[in-house]
């Protein structure tokens, strides 16, 4: 009898040692991963994907004509903008804001750029055509962009 | 008569520049922090849009949610889907009054200590507040600068029991106004 209850003894010690692993692999797993959550960084845009796509003057007119309709379908998306550089409004060097649109209309896209990035926007110029990356927050007086990159390749 | 007619334009001028002017800014930054033993939440927003009349005192305040920066994202998601909703709810507005604002003249340097009183609205939610507010007068521009506290309970804004802890029961929020821009000379 003792015989037989001894290797099924130690493949329960086996069978307990294995589980008390895997269990402390796991929580390791879990607790890196929730610690990375924790402190995960909001995303630099340069390689996020575009999920919409339009003119600066065709994004305003969509928040001019249905804001409620425009901010369900634009805002916390990333979306590229293709406009002329109307304004730059630059606070000491900390905040920079690119308007882009007519410069005579009362609205435009306003771009606050990404300051992590901002070796890309020492020659934007006003008057010239660019193309612009960022979270869509809504409408204010402006079509609201936030952490704005430029996108050289022009691809629209 | 060519005369008359560059004197009168000489007075209106003159009149326009000690008439009180309605100013805005689109680059007003507001911030709030939550200190707790457990945790430090900060987020910030640059992008406030103001309108100040001068001369009636009305004033004016919006911003988008979604524009509040957080330095970890988790907080920032957290923030816009749990406890603000800022797909259901995307501004918060104030709209009040400046008292006394007559009496500030962008034409001279100096400092004032005034009350504003109004409706902030939030979350669905419309509560009156009263807060001091510092204006400085330099070079023909206005800085202005206020803080406040707000109870998120009463915005009806929900924090789990789980993160309770974590979360201060007061948030204090910081208004600046770097530079008013004169709109309009009534």
Redesign the interface.
Known sequence: MQAVSTPINHNMISIKKLIVAAVIIIVAIAGLYFYK???????DLSNAKVEETINAADLVTAFENDEAGA??KF??KTVLVMGNVAEI?N?QDT?L?IFLGDKSAISKV?C?MDMRKKEGFKNIVSGTQISIKG?C??????V?M??CVIVNDNKF | MNFYILLFSLLLAVNDVTAQPKVFT??GTISFKSKTALENIEAVN??V?SVWDMASGTIEF???I??F??????M?EHF?ENYME??KY??AVFKGVVENSKNVLLTSNNNYNLKVSGALTMHGVTKQINLPVTIKIKNGEANAMASFSIIPQDYNIKIPGLVADKINKKIDVLINV?AYKILATK
């Open positions: 959550e924790y402190n995960r960084k909001v995303a901010t369900k805002a916390g409004i606070q905040m804001n306003s606050l979270i927050t809504g409408f204010l007086a402006d609201e936030n952490r | 689109k680059t640059n992008k849009l919006s911003l988008l979604k524009g920066e957080f330095d970890r994202a988790l920032q816009n800022s797909d995307p501004k770097p």
